[in-house]
T-cell receptor
Framework: DAKTTQPPSMDCAEGRAANLPCNHSTISGNEYVYWYRQIHSQGPQYIIHGLKNNETNEMASLIITEDRKSSTLILPHATLRDTAVYYCIVRVETGRRALTFGSGTRLQVQP | GAVVSQHPSWVICKSGTSVKIECRSLDFQATTMFWYRQFPKQSLMLMATSNEGSKATYEQGVEKDKFLINHASLTLSTLTVTSAHPEDSSFYIC?????????????FGQGTRLTVV
């Protein structure tokens, strides 16, 4: 799986958009970008994933650059419950292998 | 989304005793489940891959005789921490993906907080 780089921490005001960046310059053509988050003392939660097109679901939007070397997870209206560690993971699209977690970005949503 | 349930959510045990943690996929079958461990302020680290009907595969540095894994059915994997010691205190998390679905996300249990005293 390609290596990813994320800032260790970010702050965001409640109600504002949270934009979490991820660099994955060594991504291969068949690797997807996955985002998970982990709220304190809980198991990780799947957010979204994509290959090269931008994706949106009820939780977030994923913007992937044209060269696929970086991406941004967007939480359009952050709430206090979005405070968590966010993990960007690059991997081939299969559920048969474990995920490799980096250190992620600790997002603190401020009231 | 699919649901993975872990039990118990937390457990306190005495040093030298064994603890069993269950991981169930509630609405799908999984031939493979994964067990992770997370120490405070650290990321999740894969411990082992649990394979239904066959032996688990352990990551380097994880003692297979200490962390016994049984995957007896397509919906249940168990992790037994044998002769637990305080250094085994950690947050244990399992995950699974629905069998046969290529390209699916992984679903995680809520985790089990183990404290060995």
């Amino acid at each position: 799986d390609a290596k990813t780089t994320q800032p260790p921490s970010m702050d965001c005001a409640e109600g504002r958009a949270a934009n979490l960046p991820c660099n994955h310059s060594t991504i291969s053509g068949n690797e997807y970008v996955y985002w998970y988050r982990q709220i304190h003392s809980q198991g990780p939660q799947y957010i979204i994933h994509g290959l090269k097109n931008n994706e949106t679901n009820e939780m977030a939007s994923l913007i992937i650059t044209e060269d696929r070397k970086s991406s941004t997870l967007i939480l359009p209206h952050a709430t206090l419950r979005d405070t968590a560690v966010y993990y960007c993971i690059v991997r081939v699209e299969t559920g048969r292998r474990a995920l490799t977690f980096g250190s992620g970005t600790r997002l603190q949503v401020q009231p | 989304g699919a649901v993975v349930s872990q039990h118990p959510s937390w457990v306190i045990c005495k040093s030298g005793t064994s603890v069993k943690i269950e991981c169930r996929s509630l609405d799908f079958q999984a031939t493979t489940m994964f067990w992770y461990r997370q120490f405070p302020k650290q990321s999740l680290m894969l411990m082992a891959t649990s394979n239904e009907g066959s032996k688990a595969t352990y990551e380097q540095g994880v003692e297979k005789d200490k962390f016994l894994i049984n995957h007896a059915s397509l919906t249940l994997s168990t992790l037994t921490v044998t002769s637990a010691h305080p250094e085994d205190s950690s947050f244990y998390i399992c995950s699974a993906s629905p069998q046969g679905r290529i390209g699916t996300e992984a679903f995680f249990g809520q985790g089990t907080r183990l404290t060995v005293v």
